[in-house]
């Protein structure tokens, strides 16, 4: 089912000329109501009234999470106060806050967007879905809560923690569709067993997973404990929350709801657009959003546009998973490489585990890049050939996906140092 079929499954001529005109009395408001976009525009020498194309895009300057920060509380607002109905805000790593708001068309627009991915994974009104992100100042608990409530479905807002008890709840209320972080739907697994609770006995049967970065191999993990399908969704606070992108059923990337946001991928390093389908840092611009709309959003956030059109129906451009941060990148023999690249080769040969290191050192002026991967026993006591095949095998794959050659050592399980969380497997020893 498609939410909303004249939306989503819109011709992409429309689409533009839909996006353009969004992007003109976008630009037209916070160069007349946000003094920092209005100061921008004027050194750009800009004259906001004659973006004519969606190619003028590009003259735009950039919004940084620094520039919500140096505006802390309400200095990007584009609404006065009185007319903003929710601020939500988020820490960040750094611990210094930035703050967003929203007026009621904003929120109405949200509960919306939010409502069409619910749908598009297959949620329909008949379905009791318990939320356990945090409700608070972070912006998943209500978004996909108000987004819920749009489509009918019954909400049980149980918020995050206490894993017994949304267990015991899921079991009582007979929840039919999940909304939590990936990684914490597998501890819901590890506890479901720990209390002697079958998981494929319970209602549930979808989930909606976001917040945080994953992978393929952990979708699989997740389906198969929980007996569900899992989806991937999309969003930040910064732009919205929830409802920026989120998979339908093919399960097969994100439909990104261009309506309402204009996306660009980019080199982080050079700011030049990246090829259509290279990876690169996905940049958000706002196209309907009252009270906090921005220009160019510089996400950090890496993904890939997604060329082949979706069997489901809607037009929107798809992106594939966030697959990494900015941060994380490296520039190897002047070629961007990120580490969850290599990551989503290993998680596909069979006998490696997903335990690696990553040590580029620089040797007579080149650098040198050396994958250290875990395999499991039966291949590491094997037959020299069958492990050179194996070396052979995972170099050609790299090389293929990176752009460049790399050395590959397999070395014994449980070797290389185990991390919490996000780990740093880079080991980079150049002095640059
Ligand atoms: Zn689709």
């Known amino acids: 089912m498609i939410w909303e079929n004249n939306k989503e499954c819109i011709s992409r001529e429309d689409l533009e000329q839909l996006q353009l005109e969004r992007l003109q009395s976008t630009i037209y408001r916070v160069g007349t109501h946000v003094p920092f976009y209005r100061k921008k525009f004027n050194e750009l020498k800009l004259e906001y009234d004659k973006i004519s194309s969606l190619d003028d895009l590009r003259r735009l300057p950039f919004t940084l999470k620094q520039d919500l920060r140096d505006n802390y509380p309400y200095g990007l607002f584009a609404v006065p106060l009185r007319e903003v109905v929710r601020v939500h805000s988020s820490s960040g790593t750094t611990g210094m806050a930035t703050v967003v ?241 290599i990551e989503a080769i290993l998680f596909e040969i069979e006998g490696t585990e997903p335990h690696y290191n990553l040590v580029v050192e620089r040797e007579h002026n080149e650098d040198k890049v050396t994958v250290m991967v875990e395999v499991v026993e039966s291949i590491f006591f094997d037959a020299m050939k069958k492990q050179r095949a194996l070396i052979d095998m995972i170099r050609k794959r790299l090389a293929s996906e990176l752009g460049i050659g790399v050395d590959v050592r397999l070395v014994e399980e449980k070797t290389l140092e185990r991390f919490e969380g996000k780990g740093n497997r880079v080991i980079d020893k150049r002095e640059l």
């Open 101 to 341: 708001g929203y007026s009621q068309n904003d929120i109405k627009t949200w509960s919306n967007l939010v409502a069409r991915i619910l749908c598009a994974a297959g949620v329909t009104h008949d379905d009791v879905i318990q939320i356990a992100f945090g409700y608070g100042l972070f912006t998943g608990g209500f978004g996909l809560h108000y987004g819920a409530e749009r489509l009918g479905a019954s909400v049980i807002p149980i918020s995050a923690g206490n894993t017994k008890r949304q267990i015991q709840i899921m079991q009582d209320f007979k929840t039919t569709a999940l909304v939590c972080t990936p990684s914490y739907a597998l501890k819901m697994a590890d506890v479901m067993m720990d209390m002697g609770i079958n998981p494929h006995g319970l209602s549930l049967r979808y989930g909606l997973f976001g917040a945080e970065p994953w992978s393929e191999s952990m979708r699989r993990e997740i389906n198969e404990r929980l007996g569900i399908r899992a989806t991937d969704n999309y969003g930040l606070s910064e732009v919205m929350g929830p409802g920026v992108a989120g998979e339908c059923q093919e399960c097969n990337g994100l439909h990104i709801n261009e309506d309402h946001f204009l996306v660009e991928v980019i080199d982080p390093e050079t700011l030049e657009p990246v090829e259509p389908g290279e990876i690169g840092e996905l940049v958000i611009t706002t196209l309907t959003k009252e009270a906090f709309p921005v220009i160019r959003y510089r996400t950090r956030d890496l993904t890939r546009l997604l060329p082949d059109s979706c069997p489901c129906g809607r037009t929107f451009k798809k992106m594939s998973r966030i697959l990494g941060r900015t941060d994380d990148m490296l520039i190897i023999k002047g070629v961007n490489v990120f580490p969850t690249q």
